[in-house]
């Protein structure tokens, strides 16, 4: 039934890649398995997605001026040490984004009865106050 609707890529992370209209750049990124950040382009906007990853230093070159930043957030402030390197805390989130320069953050992958509300306020311990997108909140031209 869902065979007509996609179109199956394989790709090795570090590709790049057309899905039109976007050009669509990729990273290898940490995680317990194999997990790609895609950064979707356009002339007109940028939406920079990290799946679920660990800290690591492509992640600013991910999101740099992206108009919309998607980032793992299961945490707020840290993560078990054994998970560590495999997830990422709001607040890191929030800083990512700053020093990319990202317009925007979404906080995505947060842990079942985390306040939305306090990992907002965490990401914003980076000094930058990105406007949060709402549930509802339509993007059609970002910049």
């Avoid at 398995?33 to 230093?57: H, I, K, S, Y």
């Avoid at 108009?67 to 990512?96: I, K, N």
């Amino acid at each position: 039934m869902l065979a007509e609707a996609y179109r199956l890529h394989e790709f090795d992370p570090g590709e790049r890649f057309d899905i039109v209209p976007f050009t669509t750049d990729t990273w290898l990124l940490r995680h317990f398995v194999p997990n790609a950040g895609t950064r979707l382009a356009t002339p007109e906007a940028v939406l920079a997605c990290t799946g679920d990853t660990g800290p690591g230093p492509d992640i600013p070159r991910l999101a740099q001026g992206a108009d919309l930043f998607s980032s793992e957030a299961t945490y707020v402030h840290q993560v078990p040490t054994a998970d560590a390197p495999y997830l990422l805390t709001a607040r890191l989130a929030g800083q990512y984004a700053h020093q990319a320069g990202a317009a925007r953050l979404m906080r995505t992958h947060l842990w079942p009865g985390t306040d939305p509300a306090v990992a907002r306020e965490a990401a914003a311990e980076s000094g930058s106050r990105l406007p949060d997108p709402r549930r509802g909140t339509v993007f059609s031209d970002a910049r």
